[in-house]
């Protein structure tokens, strides 16, 4: 009897390129499919950041450009991006909360430049979700292209890989 083969989607948002990297790296890893978030409103290169960072602060959503990456009939998704201000960026939560149709395997992929680890951005992504990930990892901007950090990923691609295969599993295929 053949084995279907999980389905994962990565949904990306990103302004530097570090979250960009790791998405890229991990569906490399997992030979799946990368969808990026866009938004107008973080695009001038100076104003963009400092507009990116009061709104965090403010807790002001940007519009997203639709469509949106449909990810129906994705077993698991991966959402990748950055912490702004202690929280995953903006583009992130306005997507969590727009996106009703999230795999029931989730993962969560931070990229971010306070070397404490970003608990509460993983917090409040949870709570978003409204459910624990079944997979995180957060890297350090600074660590993004280092080797090191491949044997991370490979760790989350594989807790990935089994989480997918579970839901699956339960799914009846």
Known sequence: MLQKVPKIAIICYSKTGHSRNLAERLALMLDIDVFDLHTKRYGMPFFGFLRAGFDSVQGKLPPLQHPLPDIAGYD????????????????????????????????LVLTHSDPKRPDDAFAKAEQIVGRPFVAVEAVLDKEVFLPDVEGRLAAFAEDMRLASQGALNMSGW
Not at 76 to 95: D, E, F, H, Q
């Open 76 to 107: 698991a998704a991966i959402i990748c991006g950055p912490v702004w201000t202690s929280y995953p960026a903006t583009p992130l939560i306005n997507y969590m909360q727009e996106e009703t149709r999230l795999p029931a395997a989730l993962g």
